[in-house]
Structures are given as C-alpha cells and as structure tokens.
C-alpha cells in the first residue's frame, strides 16, 4: 500500500454536471499530480501542485482545475462533463517539485452518461 | 508535442519465458521511468533512469537507458504468472521537467 487515497472509489455522472475527486497523498509528499487514464491507454498528465501552487500543465481545458490544500491533499474539479472525460483519475504523491518516484492512489473510476 | 511509444501493444508468453518491452521517445529524455499496473489497479513505480547507457538490474528485470536517450527497454527474464499486467515507461524532457508522458503501455499476459 502506497498510504494514498482517493474518493470516491467510483461515480456516475451526467454530461453538463460538475465533479470533485479527492486525493490525500503520502505523509511526508508535497507534490500531487493528476491523471486521466481512458481504459486501454496509459496515464495522461492533467496538473501537477507543489506546496499549493499548480506548477506544471497537460493539455486539458481550463474546465479541469485543481486546488492543493496545507496538508497537500488535493481536489481535481472537471466543469461542463462530457461522454470523453469518462476515465479512471489517478493522483500520484511525490516529494518535491521535480517529482522522482511517485506513489499512485487507487483511482476513481468515472462514468459519464 | 512529446510522444512516447511503447511496443508490443501486447506480449503472451509460457511461463519461463523472456519478455522485453520498448520504448521510444520522439525528444531526448531527461529520465525515464517504469511502472507496472495490475489488472484493474494502479501504476506502481518500478525504476528510474537518468544516465545515458544506464543499465539497472532488479532480479529478473533488467532496465536499460539508450545512449541517445530516446530509447529504454524493460527485459524480464524467466516470466512468473505474478509479473502479469501492464508496463508502462514514462519519460520526462528537459524542457518540462514536472510533466511525465506515459506510452500506452504492454500488456504482459502468462500461461502457466
């Protein structure tokens, strides 16, 4: 187990609504990054936060965001759903800008409808 | 954009055999690293290499880093039915030293 958790597990949404997805990362890690994975594909970089400021980029619109909280956990929010944002979102925890090894949650699974 | 392609899509083999993944870059890397994902769990990082040439070795698995750093490749020798799932290399470029772009992975499956 990494110790980094996300919620919820899995949710259903429908397209036009608004979503949150919590990350809490590894005691210790100052560094969260988000990912989108479609199913068969592998992670793509959406943000990254380091000690609470977005730090880094992927190419996804501005109606994903994120915030960073003092204790490093995490929100990604994703506005305006569309059938194509269904993925599993992962968050990565890491120490440091520059992140070397990271430690991946379990991912919330999201289904658009 | 950085683009990192990984072949075989797909890798099937009987136990005790070897397996090996690729994985090229269309920029030079600044490092590259590998993650293994379970069926129906997440990515767990395996290794990372930053040296042109460098070879590391855990166990069975041997990572390698090309000399132009462009290339690396996964080689597991002797394959268990626990070294099932997806590999993935993931590399990041000197320009966007926060941002990791993954291949799209080979799925490694075992028949005992």
């Known amino acids: 187990e990494t110790g980094v958790t996300q919620s919820p597990t899995h949710l259903i949404k429908t397209r036009g609504q608004q979503v949150t997805l919590r990350c809490s990362s590894q005691s210790g890690h100052n560094t969260v990054s988000w990912y989108q994975q479609a199913l068969g594909q592998g992670p793509q970089f959406i943000f990254q936060?380091?000690?609470?400021?977005?730090?880094g980029r992927g190419n996804f619109p501005p109606r994903f965001s994120g915030l960073q909280f003092p204790n490093y956990s995490s929100e990604l929010n994703v506005n305006a759903l569309e059938l194509d944002d269904s993925a599993l979102y992962l968050c990565?925890?890491?120490?440091?800008?520059?992140?070397?090894?990271?430690?991946f949650g379990p991912g919330t699974r999201l289904t658009v409808t | 954009g950085q683009q990192v392609m990984q072949i075989p899509q797909y890798q099937h083999v009987q136990e005790g055999e070897d397996f090996t993944t690729y994985c090229n870059s269309s920029t030079t890397l600044s490092n590259i690293q590998w993650y293994k994902q379970r069926p129906g769990g997440h990515p767990v990082f395996l290794i990372q290499?930053?040296?042109?040439?460098e070879v590391k070795k855990q166990k069975r698995l041997t990572f390698q880093f090309g000399e132009a750093k462009k290339n690396s490749s996964l080689h597991i020798t002797a394959t268990q039915t626990t070294d099932v799932g997806t590999y993935f290399c993931a590399g990041r470029s000197g320009g966007s030293n926060y941002k990791l772009t993954f291949g799209k992975g080979t799925l490694l499956t075992v028949n005992p």
């Open positions: 990565a925890s890491s120490l440091g800008g520059v992140p070397l090894e990271q430690y």
């Open positions: 290499l930053v040296k042109s040439g």
């Open positions: 936060y380091y000690r609470e400021e977005e730090n």
